[in-house]
């Protein structure tokens, strides 16, 4: 077996942060997309030297959930 291959561990924690293509897939959306939203800072990151970027997921849920819209006969939310 190739001693570089990662197998994933399901019981390990999940991740704190993603990097930017796993944060665009954990959201649904384009690379493009997230790169739009990260500059018209509605999304937060981390930038830690000039290439690496990191997004909360903690984050980008509070982002995700600012922009729900309640459904019909839904109780809306503060």
């Known amino acids: 077996?190739?001693?570089q291959m990662k197998i994933h561990d399901p019981?390990?924690?999940?991740?704190?942060?993603?990097?930017?293509?796993?944060?665009?897939?954990?959201?649904?959306i384009s690379r493009r997309q997230l790169a739009r939203l990260t500059a018209r800072r509605v999304l937060p990151v981390s930038r830690l030297g000039r290439k690496l970027v990191l997004y909360g997921v903690g984050d980008l849920s509070k982002a995700v959930n600012r922009f729900r819209q309640s459904a019909i006969g839904e109780a809306a939310q503060p």
């Open 1 to 3: 077996m190739n001693s």
């Open 11 to 28: 019981s390990a924690p999940p991740p704190a942060f993603l990097r930017p293509a796993n944060a665009a897939k954990y959201l649904g």
